[in-house]
Every structure is written in C-alpha cells, then in structure tokens.
C-alpha cells in the first residue's frame, strides 16, 4: 500500500545548460557553485558506467527495479502491522502479504516510470551523479520500461481489488492516491520531484498513508501508536530522499529544479537530515509509554549511534557519487529500525 518514493533515487544530475537559470537567486547560485562534485565514483559503479561494462539485459532490469531502496516501500507494512498486533494481540497475515505485495509493485512501477520520464525530460543523462538509469544508458529501450511502469501499476491495482474487500472505502482512496502519486512523482505538469515538496510527499505517503494503511487494515481503526509509527518510517523515508536531493544540489540548481535542498541549501539539508535521523529515536520512549508494553519497544535505540555516523558523514562529505552509498545505507537504517521495531512489538 506504500507508494512510491524511491524515485526520490531517480533524481537527474545532467545538467540541461551551462550557468545558472536567471530566475535563480544568488544564494541558489552559490550553493550550486560550493557543491559541485569532487568524490570519485567507486570502482563498482565506475565499471557500471562504463560503455565496456554493458550489462545483460537480466542485470539491466535489475538495476531499474532499484533494489537498495526498495525496502522503503515495504518496511512502513511491517511496522503497521506489528502496531496492530501489539495492540490487538493478533494479526491477519494476508491482508498484510497482500499489501506487502503491493506497496512493492507501486513502488517499482514509480522507479520505471521514473527511470523513462526523467530520460524523455533530457533530465538524466549517461553523466548523472546518481547510479546510471537504464533507459538513459541506451541499455534498456523507453517503450519496453514504460509498458513494465504500468503493468507493475496494474498488479498493483488488482491486488488493491483484495485489500478494499478487506477494508473498504478508506482502503480505496489510499490505493487510488499512492497509484497517482507513483506517477505524479516524475511525471505531468509540475513533478513533485521537482519541487521543495519531496520530502514532506514521503512522509504523507511512506509514513501515514503506508503505516496507517497497513494498521488500519489489521484494526478498521487507527491510534495514537499507529501515528507515532507513521512519523519514524516517514521520517528515515524522508531521509532518503535528503541524501538524494543533496546529492544533485549543484546539477539540480542549473537545471533549474526547485528541491528543498536547492532552496535550504547544504547547510539547511545537513540539520533537515540531521532532525529526520533523529526524530525516530526521539519518539521511541514516547511509543513504549503510550503502548504501555514494556521497554522491548525501545530495541531500535541500538542502531543511534549508526544513525549519528550516518549524520556526521553526511555532513562532512562533499555532495557527489560518495552520497549515493549514503542513501542505500539510510535506506538499510530505515529497514532494520522496522525490524527491530516489529520484534519488540511482537515480544
């Protein structure tokens, strides 16, 4: 039932002109001009790159699926449902499959979608800072990840056929709202990708509508628990996509995109990613006392100190290839949190 948000990882890093957009400010232009790249890729996606490390067509398909990052869609249904049985002391396991299933597919069928619109924009191109897409590599033809964008969207909606039998109208309009999402993100007039409103879109929709969905269908209610469950998924997914966004500041700004971090610039998106890391440890204590469920609740508390290294690295690395093993390792917090979460949940 979560939605899309790993294009967040899709974010073009080609530059569509030389200089700045005249209608940037001369802050946006300086952030652009401080943060240019100066890592090197690692040797892993140097070899990717390459015009002589074609990969099969097998590997290609794999590399579009985005699978670092694929564990954000899926991680808010496991902890949804682990709240509701905390608090009910049972769980229904299909609706919970199902929905497992399906958060999955609308998530893949955002990056496809992703991967080919960005590309047809002139956004990413074989240059990009991020890892290469695909369609834009010329290993994989536009039509072909177009047509797996929508039938991944319409696996999706039939298996949202099974979830409203479960749970009914609400269910409806959270499915409906995360398949547009999932195309809305790269895609129609105005791209929520391309504005300052990424971060706060996968909150709404890894955080409230992924958590809140996947407890609701266990419950037909939601809670206070449920909610603060919400926050923490959608706080790391945020996250996520603030590495991503960082990242391609400098590109970003002379393409003449307006993500937050174009508007907050790196210092800005070092305390926005610094409180998203820590929001979820801060509301640990708060969770335990409101489920009255003793203190396993609060086993996610020994990941701090890897979220406060993933802060410090955050801040001290220059915004280049270097951020994208960044943003897998922020996705793999966001994972085991939820792990860990559900087990002191279920204990």
Same mark, same amino acid.
């Given at each position: ?15 569509? $002109? ?109 240059? $990009? ?16 990840? &177009? ?10 909606? /039939? ?69 603060? /469950? ?16 960082? $990242? ?13 971090? /174009?508007?907050?610039? &790196?210092?800005? +998106?070092? &305390? ?16 335990? /006392?409101?489920?009255? $469920? ?18 410090? &690295?955050?801040?001290? +690395? ?30």
């Amino acid at each position: 039932m979560a939605e899309s948000v790993d294009a967040a990882d899709s974010k073009s890093a080609a530059e569509r $002109r030389e200089g700045s957009s005249p209608s940037l400010g001369t802050k946006q232009r300086k952030n652009a001009h401080e943060y240019t790249m100066h890592s090197s890729p690692d040797p892993a996606e140097k070899l990717v790159e390459s015009r002589f490390g074609r990969p099969s067509a097998h590997a290609a398909w794999w590399q579009a699926l985005r699978p670092k990052t694929l564990s954000v869609s899926m991680a808010p249904v496991l902890a949804g449902s682990a709240v509701a049985y905390a608090e009910l002391g049972f769980v229904q396991l299909w609706p919970a499959i199902v929905a497992f299933l399906a958060a999955m597919l609308i998530q893949i069928g955002t990056n496809l979608h992703n991967d080919v619109s960005d590309f047809e924009r002139g956004a990413d191109t074989p240059d $990009r800072l991020g890892p290469p897409r695909v369609t834009a590599m010329g290993w994989l033809p536009a039509h072909a990840v &177009r047509r797996a964008a929508w039938l991944s969207f319409a696996l999706a909606f /039939v298996l949202g056929i099974f979830l409203v039998m479960r749970g009914g109208w609400p269910i409806v309009g959270i499915g409906l709202a995360s398949l547009l999402a999932g195309w809305a993100y790269t895609a129609g007039p105005r791209p929520i990708a391309y504005t300052p409103l990424g971060e706060l879109f996968v909150m709404l929709f890894f955080g409230l509508a992924a958590v809140g969905g996947s407890y609701y269908l266990q419950s037909f209610s939601l809670s206070l628990p449920a909610f603060l /469950v919400a926050l923490m998924l959608g706080a790391f997914a945020a996250a996520v996509i603030s590495v991503n966004n960082t $990242r391609d500041l400098a590109t970003d700004t002379r393409a003449g995109k307006r993500t937050l971090a /174009v508007y907050l610039g &790196r210092l800005g +998106m070092n &305390r926005i990613y610094g409180i998203e890391l820590l929001l979820p440890f801060v509301l640990l204590p708060v969770l335990a /006392v409101t489920l009255g $469920r003793g203190w396993w609740v609060l086993l996610p508390s020994v990941l701090t100190l890897p979220a406060m290294q993933l802060a410090r &690295r955050f801040w001290a +690395m220059p915004a280049g290839r270097g951020f994208n093993a960044l943003l897998g390792e922020t996705a793999r917090l966001q994972a085991v949190f939820a792990l860990l979460l559900a087990i002191g949940l279920l204990a």
